[in-house]
């Protein structure tokens, strides 16, 4: 059983388009994130979601917009692409704060190819 | 700032050769530092949290060390299956802020 699926794993698109990816858990889990791997391979938190709710949102462009419709689904949505959006995205989950556990999960990632 | 910062970026071994891999960090408040592998294509794959100073994890060929400081991830005798891009991160507020990573290869 996969405990973080992501949809699609490869995305190729031209700019301006509008994609979404899509992320499922089935850990049980209350927090959910999402991260961009850039070329370099350098891993960095976008949106972290607990229990439906936005709780960290750094400096992303308004383009990119995630949505959270229950505790197990997080999915990201970017609006007009561009060339520098072309990246690896993760998405994970964890235990939310008080829980003691803190680690996260990742899913298997989403290529995204902007043309 | 919270800042993690591992090295080496690359690391060359040979089968049965050990060594470490560093990773220092600057974070206000630890409430944990984890230790992950990476395989080409594929997410991060979780391997070991450390929450205090002194306290130590094992898992087959790997060890994470923890001081105030830094965090070792030591590896005995590796095989070639060993390779991998090991990542460090720190547990700042939810989020985890994560180290650049080290390359490992290991010829057999």
């Known amino acids: 059983d996969t405990a973080v699926s992501q949809t699609p794993k490869y995305l190729v698109t031209q700019m301006g388009n509008d994609k979404s990816i899509k992320c499922e858990q089935n850990?049980?889990?209350?927090?959910m994130y999402w991260y961009k791997q850039d070329s370099k391979k350098f891993l960095k938190i976008m949106f972290s979601y607990n229990n439906k709710e936005l709780i960290i949102n750094e400096t992303v462009p308004n383009r990119f917009s995630p949505k959270s419709p229950d505790k197990a689904h997080l999915n990201l949505h970017i609006n007009s692409l561009e060339l520098g959006d072309s990246a690896v995205y993760f998405c994970a989950s964890s235990h939310g704060r008080g829980q003691g556990k803190y680690e996260q999960y990742f899913g298997p990632g989403t290529r995204l190819t902007v043309t | 700032e919270d800042q993690v910062t591992q090295s080496p970026e690359a690391l060359r071994l040979q089968e049965g050769e050990s060594s470490s891999l560093n990773c220092s960090y600057t974070?206000?408040?630890?409430?944990?530092l984890f230790w992950y592998r990476q395989d080409p294509g594929k997410g991060p794959e979780f391997l070991f949290t450390?929450?205090?100073a002194g306290e130590e994890k094992e898992k087959e060929r790997l060890k994470a060390t923890l001081t105030k400081k830094e965090s070792f991830l030591h590896i005995t005798a590796p095989k070639p299956e060993d390779s991998a891009t090991y990542l460090c991160?720190?547990?700042?507020?939810?989020?985890?802020?994560f180290g650049k990573g080290t390359t490992l290869s290991v010829s057999s």
């Open positions: 450390l929450y205090s």
């Open positions: 991160a720190v547990q700042a507020g939810t989020a985890l802020i």
């Open positions: 974070v206000s408040g630890l409430r944990g």
């Open positions: 850990l049980g889990h209350d927090t």
